[in-house]
């Protein structure tokens, strides 16, 4: 008999959550497919492995699910940042450099904008 791993779907608040959880999952997919292909049990031993495998497969959909938000939601985050860095950056050399030069650093930074979106 297998142990059963509990599959949680109610609290996956981070990625390494899901990843655990997701990890749980595939783990009990392989188990009862490969108890499934051994066993010559009984009908109602193998309608309750089919039922169970169905189960985990639904979880397994939720916990996707909640990763892809969880990892857009952090891909916005890391983008949030390096906009609030640039701009503290930029704040930070309008102080330091001449005008001149920083319209000049301007300029050249959206040639190589432009050039690059070609």
Known sequence: MMDRAMIKTDSLNTI??????????EEGLIA??????KHDADQAWRKRAENARL???QKKRIITARLSVLRHQEKEHNRQMHHTRDSY???ELREI???SSFLRCVHRVETKLE????
């Open 32 to 37: 009862i497919d490969g108890q499934l292909l």
């Open 115 to 118: 050039a690059a979106s070609e």
């Open 97 to 99: 450099v001449t005008p």
């Open 55 to 57: 189960t985990i497969g």
């Open 16 to 25: 390494g959550e899901c990843l655990e959880q997701l990890a749980l999952a």
């Open 89 to 91: 950056l930029i704040a």
